[in-house]
């Protein structure tokens, strides 16, 4: 089978089928157009355009873009969006289609009605969507954040269904899934790593994004690569009206972000926009003063630099750029390095009025690196040691949607280059130079996809799709045989066979279907009841065996020993909203699933993941499984908003060898978790002025996480050692976690005549010093070595107070 001729012909035909269609709806006209916010011009992602006399409406996309088809005749739109004032408008499809963009203004800051999302009231219920949560940019500003420092990745964790191994611990965890398993895109592009300073700080500037939307189930035939989730972050465009900046200072690090129109006519309008946004940490410039000895000269810093730019061409085309860099320096004698860069170019083009077109390339660099000094660059010392590694991805992915009548059909395909570099080491020694390590491995991931979201009566929504990717690891390069271990999940599987491939040669493939679906049920008015199945394709692994994965973890491909990962999911869910005037000042959901999970990896015991020629030789291959329960409580709208939100779930694996062959907790295994957030605003005095200040409170209730203890000790020569000869794996659980986090936020003077706008942000982190278990182990008490001590390793014992200056002109 010649599988790139066949990649070509499917999306010809999709396409060539898919315009057709157009010719069936001969008595019918199209209107379409971009609904934009009035105040600086970027596009607004989930806008409900509706007609009550047909029924018919459509959401506006990743770019702000709709499409609703009708029969002849004049009718009247309803444009909303939560946060965003209502708006009608009468279009006439008598004789053609009709171009339609529109602006939307936000609503008066009425206390008695903030809200706490900005998308369309009833989406959760109305929208077929489900296992997804969008959280509002301007939410998660409110939220008490650590060291006052507002953080996307860490608010995602206040979610259903999303946890973290503990403070300190980079990434997330969905639905039983490991980090490696959440496909983080920033404006499309891959990011491996999403945290600054060992998990303490996401990568994301609150102040340059402009949506989050995390989907946990259901996920579009659109999306591929990963087995657990989608973390789909977009970056703000730019300001298209006016200049703008944006900044603020806090203990730890500041931010600055500028932004302004392009190309601004005669008339004031824009052709294109750009906003650059970055930041710095400052706590080892502060610190410096006070280390001493080994500490002087230590570092300990992270910066990032966030833009994005944007030009209209006209009226069907649009260009977009975007690119994010940033790095992490941390130690002194002993350091780390890490860091990573993306670059996105986008075009987007409307064919017709049904017919758009997003094009992307990206490219997507993730390196780390260990230094025996950092103090010092290299070519100044006669001895040290230094290792470096990186990940790199180049791609293009063009991808169409068609509003066909009550069809939003969608289909692209995608084409990923891969180059691991895992490691090379260079040792000095009294001045002589030497270099050893792994070379790189190449791998090309290529998938198509087509998908349908179809209205099929007023009650019942479907959305179906299939994707097929094809994998192939490639040349230059060696591929190792193993024989079967002499105990399997203990000891390395024997080599047997060394092949040496050229450049470009394959040296395994892999090829997957992926199918999708889901389908929502209207009961009656404010609920609905969804059910979904997805099947998802993975082709890289990270592969650590600590506690917690670190930024200095292996990323490998798929090879001809180790498989690509494979997930099955199926979740089912009932969506309800209630109260108020509207029947949505309150929303409810409870959804269920299980995922089966192939292809997970394990190791032998001792394995060494660090510049192993034959790492492959220690990682066994097993089976998981996952499952829960995830309850959902949000309040929308009043002086007192925020949601409640609870997770019994269950995560395992299976692993011949490991165990005693049977099912055991994966680390990141926790049965309960508790999340609360309240966001407090006083309503208006008895005087009538309002309230300057606004308040908001986080608890946090888990259970911990499982580790290995082990049940046997022996002593030799004064040193205690322990045993674990049934090779049991994670039969212990540390102590729950749980914490309180407040936060107030005192808003600046309004002074008549002055575009400034600013406020202060005071907030304490872990209110009542609650001494969270990272981790526990036992070692030999080092006053009687006879007895044995148990260690609790906390990453912070005790509260942390903030403040932080944020300013806007």
Partial sequence: MNHST?????????????????????????????????????????????????GTGAVTNNYGFYSITLPKGSYGLVI?????????????????????????????????????STR??????????????????KTIQRIPALLGEVDIVRSIQLL?????????????????????????????????????LFGFFSVFNPDAVKDVKLVKGGIPALYGGRVSSILDVRLKEGNAKKREINGGIGLIFSRLSYEQPLFKGKDGTARGSFIVAGRRSYADVLAQPFLK?????????????????????????????????????????????WGSATASMRWNHVFNDKLFLNTTAFYSNYDYSLDSDLRQKAENRNDYFRTNAKIVNYSIKPDFTLFWNKNTVTFGGQALLYDFQPGVA????????????????????????VGNEQQVSPRVQLQYGLRYSFYQYLGPGEAYTFGDSPQPGRVRRPLQETRTYKAGETIQTYGNLEPRFALKYDLAPGSSVKLSYNRLAQYVHLLS???????????????????????????????????????????????????SLQNQIDYIDRAN?????????????????????????????????????????????????????????????????????????????????????????????????????????FDFQNIAAGTNPENVRNNYRIQPYHRLDLAATLQGKKRPGKKKEDNWVFSVYNVYARKNPFSEFYRPNPDNIAQTQAIRYSVFATLIPSVTYNFKF
Wanted: net charge negative; aromatic share 12%; glycine share 10%.
């Fill in 6 to 54: 066949t990649l070509l012909k499917v999306p010809l035909f999709c396409l060539f089928w898919l315009l057709s269609l157009s010719t069936f709806a001969q008595e019918k006209f199209t209107v379409s157009g971009y609904v934009k916010d009035a105040s600086d011009g970027e596009g607004l992602i989930g806008v409900s355009v509706y007609n009550k006399e047909t």
């Fill in 80 to 116: 909303t969006y939560v946060g965003y004032q209502r708006l009608t408008r009468t279009v006439d499809l008598t004789t053609q289609n009709v171009r339609l963009d529109l602006e939307l203004k936000e609503e008066g800051r009425d206390l008695q009605e903030l809200v706490v």
């Fill in 120 to 137: 369309r009231e009833d989406d959760n219920v109305t929208n077929i969507e489900m296992s997804v949560n969008k959280v509002d940019i």
């Fill in 160 to 196: 259903p269904g999303v946890s973290t191994v503990g403070e300190g611990a980079t990434g997330f965890n969905v639905r039983g899934g490991s980090i490696d398993q959440n496909l983080v895109l920033l404006d499309e592009a891959p990011v491996y790593n999403s945290s600054h």
């Fill in 293 to 337: 000895g080994d500490l002087k000269g230590s570092q300990f810093y992270f910066y990032d630099l966030t833009a994005k730019a944007n030009l209209r061409i006209n009226d069907k085309n649009t260009l977009f750029a975007s690119g994010y860099f940033g790095r992490d320096v941390f130690g002194a004698d002993f350091g780390f390095n």
């Fill in 426 to 449: 260079t040792a000095a020694s009294a001045g002589v130079v030497r270099s050893f390590g792994l070379k790189s491995k190449y791998a090309l991931e290529s998938s198509l996809y």
């Fill in 545 to 595: 065996n600590t506690t917690a994965s670190t930024p200095l973890d292996v990323w490998t491909p798929s090879t001809n020993n180790i498989a690509p990962q494979l997930s099955d999911q199926v979740a089912a869910g009932y969506f309800r909203n209630f109260g108020g005037v509207s029947g949505n000042d309150f929303e409810a959901s409870v959804e269920v699933y299980y995922k």
């Fill in 609 to 713: 993941l660090v510049l192993n020629q034959y790492l492959e030789g220690d990682v066994v291959v097993g089976k998981g499984r996952a499952y829960g329960a995830e309850f959902y409580l949000r309040k929308n709208k009043g002086v007192i908003n925020g949601w409640l939100s609870y997770t019994l779930a269950k995560t395992e694996r299976l692993v011949t060898g490991i165990n005693e062959n049977q099912w055991y907790p994966t680390r990141f295994d926790k049965r309960h978790t508790l999340n609360a957030v309240v966001l407090y605003d006083p309503a208006k005095r008895a005087d009538g002025s309002v309230s300057r200040w606004n308040f908001s409170a986080t608890f946090v209730l888990a259970s911990g996480t499982p580790a290995t203890f082990f049940g046997n000790r």
